[in-house]
């Protein structure tokens, strides 16, 4: 399992960054649940492993996850598919480790881009990947679940990696 020490975000610098394993799933579902209203399922997440998606957690001192994100390579770019810190843990900078692990793996596999969508009710996230430079590219209408019978669009984000020193 390829592991990586957090201890430039964290103390003590005892936390752990390693691949996603289906015996992480139930912890994950957890998190999202806590996470989101509109949660991803088992399913969607077994279903990335089985893919072979990019999946890590990053996992505190006594090994409880604290964040994990799930990306999947698409011809020149990373498709960025889920992000999410435990939301006790949220505004430590986690999000910004998650997201340069995201960035250095683009890198590695020579990909030009990292491409998202995000709620447009998600103003923390927007201003985030605002922050760290990615670009409004589109819209995709109805693209989220919302409640009752109503549908939320995405706004569609790019990140350009080529020729690019992005580290945050």
Known sequence: MSQVPVSEIFSPASLLMATMRAQDVEEVVAIENQAYPFPWTRGNFLDSLNSRYDAWVVREPDGQIAGYFLAMPVVDEMHLLNITVRPTL?????????????????????????????????????????????????????????????????????????????EF
């Open 90 to 166: 949220q505004g430590k900078k986690l999000g910004r480790f998650l997201l340069n692990k995201v960035i250095a793996l683009t890198r590695e596999a020579k990909m030009q881009s990292i491409l998202l969508e995000v709620r447009p009710s998600n103003p923390r996230a927007l201003a985030f990947y605002q922050h760290v430079g990615f670009q409004q590219i589109g819209i995709r209408k109805n693209y989220y679940p919302s409640t009752g019978t109503t549908r939320e669009d995405a706004i569609v984000m790019r990140l350009m990696i080529v020729n690019q020193d992005h």
